[in-house]
């Protein structure tokens, strides 16, 4: 879903540029009186606009009902097992209904057992290489470039050779539906293949594909055929992304924790993801000024070390019970 709304993003941001750029010829032109004043519609309705699925959001949240789990943890069993029912469409007899509040009974109890837990526990012996792990793979993940695509696509878009109207309306769009679509083989990859193959497999291709997009950018003042070899490029690398590099840090982190850190452990990826996330945001735009698309080069290299890492210090957590991960991060196994 979050793809998805990625792509409703960008068509809402194409329709918005298009009806407050009714002159396109005058883009990217030098004005020749600095002070005249400068239309901020564009940027100013594209803000408003977020008040409208926010506003949804915070409303149908008044309609959501409380989580069973949480209910279950506040021993307030009899309104879990309510919920439970109204979530299968059935009654709260059910066995269904009834082995469901069991499981989460289960799970809540084992939470206490297991008791509070720090920081610090994150860095002992059992369990500090899954930290380290979980934070290098949030760091790798940003650092292939992904979020320097997503976010500034229209710019490389604009640097590679098309027209103002492709890269801001239609390449975004095709790009931003790759991503959509990308996701479904990953659904289907993570549990046949596993995670680590996916990491090493993404990796590379991620590798190939930048390399391949600085190669063609290189020729496009041959012509359009160029242009279109690198854009396919990056629509390929996104499709690199989309399967492997982009669910696997999530799904990786939520697991390969034990119960009594989990929610510590995966914070630690988090906070890793969204630190990288806003190093790329910022220092992305300068890179491709001072390098143009040399850039690529740079995320290639990145895709590399992000395959020497996952190949050699990843460890595979598929079918993987918590005992048998702790033998394998304390080196046992």
């Known amino acids: 879903m979050t793809t998805f709304g990625i792509i409703v993003a960008a068509v809402i941001n194409s329709i918005v ?12 032109k030098a004005r020749s009186n600095i002070w005249e ?43 879990a097992v309510e919920v439970l029912a109204k979530l299968n469409a059935t009654s709260t007899s059910d066995e269904l209904v009834q082995s469901e509040l069991k499981a989460i009974q289960e799970d809540v109890a084992a939470t206490r ?19 380290f792990i979980t ?19 229209s710019q490389i878009y604009n640097e590679i050779g098309f027209t103002k109207f492709m890269s801001t309306v239609v390449l975004p769009i095709i790009n931003n539906f790759v ?20 990491l090493v497999i993404g990796s590379l291709m991620m590798m190939v ?10 020729q496009t003042e041959k012509g359009k055929t ?6 396919t490029s990056i629509f390929l690398m996104v499709f690199s992304f989309a399967w492997t590099w982009g669910p696997v840090p999530w799904v990786y982190q939520a697991e390969v924790f034990p119960l009594r850190v989990r929610v510590k452990g995966s914070a630690v990826g988090t906070v890793s993801n969204f630190l990288n996330n806003w190093i790329i945001a910022f220092v992305g735009p300068a890179l491709m ?17 992000a395959w020497v890492y996952s190949q050699f210090y990843v460890i595979e957590c598929k079918g993987v019970s918590i005992d048998e991960m702790d033998a394998k991060m304390a080196g046992k196994a």
């Open 17 to 28: 540029w298009y009806y407050t750029n009714v002159k396109p010829e005058g883009l990217g």
């Open 37 to 79: 004043e400068v239309s901020n519609f564009e940027w100013r309705f594209a803000l408003l606009f977020q008040v409208v699925p926010g506003l949804g959001l915070a409303l149908l949240m008044c309609f959501l009902p409380k989580s069973p789990r949480w209910l279950c943890s506040k021993d307030r069993d009899e309104e």
């Open 113 to 131: 057992a297991a008791g509070s837990s720090s920081f610090g526990e994150l860095f002992s012996p059992v369990i500090r290489r899954r930290t």
């Open 135 to 153: 934070f290098l793979m949030q760091l790798f993940q940003q650092w292939t470039g992904i979020n320097v695509i997503m976010y500034y696509q």
């Open 179 to 198: 991503n959509f679509i990308s996701t479904f083989p990953g659904m289907w990859g993570i549990e046949r293949l596993g995670r680590k193959t996916l």
């Open 209 to 218: 594909f930048h390399i391949s997009t600085w190669a063609f950018s290189t």
């Open 226 to 231: 160029w242009q279109y070899l690198a854009v």
């Open 289 to 305: 000024k001072a390098w143009s698309t040399k850039t690529f080069l740079l995320f290639a290299a990145a895709c590399l070390l």
